[in-house]
């Protein structure tokens, strides 16, 4: 598809697109794509003994995972400008292949890290492509439907991933975790060259080298810095120092954005008031999502005693029930609107944030997964409501941008989120023992855990309250007249 066929606006009619083919090419695709970036998390502690390598060297294969997809996704807007959907989807696909291959024939560390990196490059691209699309083929009020079934994959994959890992770990070699993954990998990019479809306009602007180099090293100094502080605390200069030169990076960013023409990343969205709420909204959920999911293994693990693959286990129904309730509340945001789901969804979402601050060495696992699975029917019921909400406020044109924000902000906040969180358990559990008479007791480095996680959660309580008050001010949104097929800024 050319510059010229948009002439027009659109550029394409979203009425004659087989859609049924194109979304379920995208659901296959983001499935095994966010499968693997909980797929590891049981698996480390056996990494660190197969591989001979340090806890602190083996992490790299969780933060470089999420720092590529945090540079990478700034970027998207505009390669989504210059190649279409089609191009994008395989190169993503076969990208994320080529990792997973690597990373199963690894023979060490280093070319292990080598395929992660790749696998994160082909999820960086495709978590951007697979929104856009949705926002191009589907009109603005069948949209919610659409953008639930998203929402299950995206949150029931990482949900399953830690007990997928388990039964894999306790049965298999963790090669296992990526040649499983493979046949469901070569399957998507099969049927995604069959079925696949152009869906956006290809404009080819000018790209700004300066931009994406500063886009680069300011979120990946943010992010690198944050999920550093979680392992080795904030006053460190592997902390201190990529945190200051990624603000300024990204201060500098910010600037040239708003004075070029044709921006890499266009923040004029943030001018429609319903995206910048939204926007704030899921900065602070993705912050409690991401924590919660980093905590709650550590209170099964650590405090009740259970083995990887059955904290894992304990955690399915909730990601089960979550992965139903999305394209639920999908098709209830199309009908009703977004007010009657999100708002009493973060009402949930913060009650059950307070209940966990309550956990302690008796409290039971058929409890933790009641409360668990409370919490998650009440993302469910913000997450994709709210997404939709403020992407449907935007112009054509600023689709791309409006996907590259939300999903470079969520990369930025999960990193965040875990190092705040981790580093306010650590400092609990130090203090706690630091009064204790037999610190080297394991029962009492479980009290101490315990101290370390409520303080946690009572600051993700503070955090749920704060995204109360934000939801209260969204509304139901329509794209600007006259911009629903045109390009006109």
């Given amino acids: 598809m050319n510059a010229a066929s948009n002439s027009k606006g659109g550029g394409f009619d979203p009425s004659r697109i087989r859609r049924g083919p194109i979304v379920f090419a995208l659901i296959i695709g983001a499935f095994v794509a966010i499968l693997n970036e909980t797929l590891l998390g049981n698996a480390l502690p056996e990494l660190v003994t197969a591989l001979n390598v340090p806890y602190s060297t083996i992490q790299w294969l969780s933060t470089a995972y999420m720092l590529v997809i945090g540079v990478l996704v700034p970027v998207t807007a505009v390669l989504q400008q210059w190649f279409t959907t089609r191009q994008m989807f395989l190169s993503a696909m076969l990208l994320f292949l080529a990792g997973t291959i690597i990373a199963a024939v690894a023979p060490g560390f280093e070319v292990l890290l080598t395929g992660r990196v790749i696998q994160a490059l082909g999820t960086g691209l495709m978590l951007p492509v697979m929104m856009n699309t949705i926002l191009a083929i589907y009109p603005p009020e ?6 639930g079934l998203i929402g299950l994959v995206i949150m029931f994959a990482p949900a399953i991933g830690p007990t997928v890992s388990g039964l894999i770990m306790d049965s298999l070699s963790w090669r296992y975790l ?18 696949m479809r152009n869906v956006s306009e290809v404009t080819k602007p000018k790209v700004d080298v300066l931009s994406i180099i500063l886009s680069t090293i300011g979120f990946g100094g943010v992010v690198y810095g944050f999920s550093k502080a979680g392992a080795v605390g904030w006053g460190h200069n592997e902390v201190i120092w990529p945190i200051a030169v990624g603000a300024v990076a990204l201060l500098v960013f910010v600037l040239r954005q708003l004075k070029l023409k044709e921006p890499v990343m266009d923040l004029r969205a943030f001018k429609y008031p319903m995206f910048a709420l939204v926007t704030v909204l899921l900065f602070v959920i993705m912050m409690t999502l991401f924590s919660t999911m980093t905590l709650l293994p550590m209170f099964l693990q650590g405090v009740l005693f259970m083995t990887a693959f059955k904290s894992g286990l304990t955690l399915l129904p909730g990601g089960i029930v979550n992965g139903i309730m999305a394209p639920v509340s999908g098709k209830l945001f199309d009908k009703f609107g977004p007010r009657v789901l999100v708002i009493p969804g973060l009402i949930i979402v913060a009650l059950s944030i307070f209940l966990f601050t309550g956990f302690d060495e008796s409290t039971s696992s058929g409890y933790v997964i009641t409360i668990h699975i409370i919490l998650l029917i009440g993302l469910s019921m913000v997450m994709m409501p709210a997404q939709t909400t403020g992407l449907n406020q935007l112009p054509r044109h600023l689709y791309p941008h409006g996907t590259a924000i939300l999903n470079t902000l969520q990369q930025v906040s999960g990193a965040i989120g875990t190092a705040l969180f981790i580093s306010i358990m650590s400092n609990g559990q130090k203090d706690y023992l630091a009064t204790s008479s037999d610190p080297q007791n394991p029962l009492e480095m479980a009290k101490g855990l315990i101290e370390g996680l409520n303080s946690a959660f009572w600051l993700g309580f503070i955090i749920a309250i704060i995204a109360v008050v934000l939801g209260l001010f969204i509304r139901r949104t329509k794209a600007p007249e006259g911009e629903t097929r045109g390009m006109g800024h």
Avoid: H
Wanted: no cysteine; glycine share 8%.
């Fill in 178 to 195: 990526f040649i499983l993954v493979i046949p469901i990998a070569v399957f998507s990019v099969i049927f995604a060259a069959v079925y």
């Fill in 142 to 147: 069948n949209r919610g439907g659409a953008m």
